[in-house]
């Protein structure tokens, strides 16, 4: 079993940032890819960004490329997510996820483990 738990979600200005972490819980974390999607009122939950077991390996949505920043720590089984030049259409509520996978995947179908959510709010 898994327990993810977000933090740092806020109210910032477009243009300004936030760091979001993600503590997890339970030893299959320490094997697996990482990932952060969101979900808007009325949409459908969409990537963002995700990170392989040893940090080699990142992946990141073309919305978010060049402003959004995956990072992990095993030592203290942390996932962040920095967000930098947000946009109101940043606006979301944000899950951190894991996937039993080697791979580092996209789709939120192949995560099986999520935490409750954190809401980010960019106002124009």
């Known amino acids: 079993q898994v327990q993810l738990v977000e933090s740092g979600g806020g109210l910032v200005q477009a243009g300004g940032s936030l760091r979001l972490s993600c503590a997890a819980s339970?030893?299959?974390?320490?094997?697996?890819?990482m990932g952060w999607f969101r979900q808007a009122p009325g949409k459908e939950r969409e990537f963002v960004a995700a990170?392989?077991?040893?940090?080699?390996?990142?992946t990141y949505a073309d919305s978010v490329k060049g402003r959004f920043t995956i990072s992990r720590d095993n030592v203290k089984n942390m996932v962040f997510l920095q967000m930098d030049s947000l946009k109101p259409e940043d606006t979301a509520v944000y899950y951190c996820?894991?996937?039993?996978?080697?791979?580092?995947?996209?789709?939120?179908?192949?995560?099986?483990?999520w935490g409750q959510g954190t809401q980010v709010t960019v106002s124009s």
């Open positions: 990170i392989s077991y040893s940090g080699g390996t990142t």
């Open positions: 996820a894991t996937t039993p996978y080697g791979w580092v995947p996209t789709t939120h179908s192949e995560y099986n483990y």
């Open positions: 339970g030893r299959t974390f320490l094997k697996n890819t």
